[in-house]
C-alpha cells in the first residue's frame, strides 16, 4: 500500500500525487487533513499516524510533498516506524526563517537516519528549499538524493501533473 501525504492546500486535481490515486486506486490512499490552508505539525502527525494504524508499516511506502515530508519524518520520530520505504519530494525547509508560522510549527525538521529505504526528490529551481538543504536532508536522512533540473516544486504548474519518473522512483522502492 503507498500512503500519499499531500502538503499545503492539498494537492488538487492536476497534482502528480491525484493522477496516481485515480491511476492506481487500489494502491494508494491520501492522508486527508482538518486543515490544508494553515498546517499545525501535531494535527498533520496524528492523522498520519491514524492511517498508518490501519496497515503494517513493514508494508508501506509513505509519499510525501512539500510540508508532508516533514509529517512524515515527524511521525517516524514519533512512533519509530519500519516502513518498506518513503518517497520525498521537494521538502519543505521548515527551518526557514522567512517561512509563515504555519509551516515553521514543522521545524526543527527531524534529521536522523531513516531505518528504511527513502529516495529525497529535489529541484534546482524550487522555491521552498534550495537545493543544498535538500542534499544536506538527503544525507542527514540516510537518502538516496534525485535531483530534477528545472523542476520548481513538482506541480502542475512547473509541469508535474501525472509525472511517469516518480511513479518509477516508487518501483525502485518495491511499492509496485
Not at 514519533?78 to 527551518?95: C, E, I, M, R
Not at 535531483?147 to 512547473?158: I, Q, T, W, Y
Amino acid at each position: 500500500m503507498i500512503i500519499n501525504i499531500p502538503g499545503l492546500r492539498n494537492s488538487g486535481p492536476d497534482h502528480w500525487q491525484s493522477y496516481w490515486e485515480q491511476q492506481y486506486p487500489q494502491y494508494f490512499v491520501r492522508v486527508e487533513q482538518e486543515n490544508w490552508q494553515e498546517p499545525e505539525k501535531e494535527a498533520w502527525v496524528a492523522r498520519l499516524g491514524q492511517v498508518v494504524d490501519l496497515y503494517k508499516p513493514e508494508e508501506l511506502v509513505l509519499v510525501g510533498h512539500s510540508v508532508g515530508c516533514a509529517t512524515i519524518l515527524h511521525g517516524v520520530k514519533k512512533w519509530g516506524w519500519k516502513l518498506k520505504g518513503a518517497l520525498l519530494v521537494g521538502p519543505s525547509d521548515v527551518d526557514h526563517p522567512n517561512y509563515p508560522p504555519y509551516i515553521k510549527n514543522f521545524g526543527p525538521m527531524p534529521l536522523d537516519q531513516l531505518p528504511f529505504p527513502s529516495l529525497l526528490v529535489a529541484s534546482d529551481t524550487d522555491h521552498v528549499v534550495s537545493l543544498q538543504r535538500a542534499t544536506y536532508f538527503a544525507s542527514c536522512l540516510g537518502s538516496r538524493l534525485e535531483v530534477v533540473r528545472e523542476a520548481g516544486h513538482f506541480l502542475p504548474k512547473d509541469g508535474y501533473g501525472p509525472w511517469p519518473e516518480g511513479l518509477k522512483l516508487l518501483q525502485e522502492l518495491g511499492a509496485f
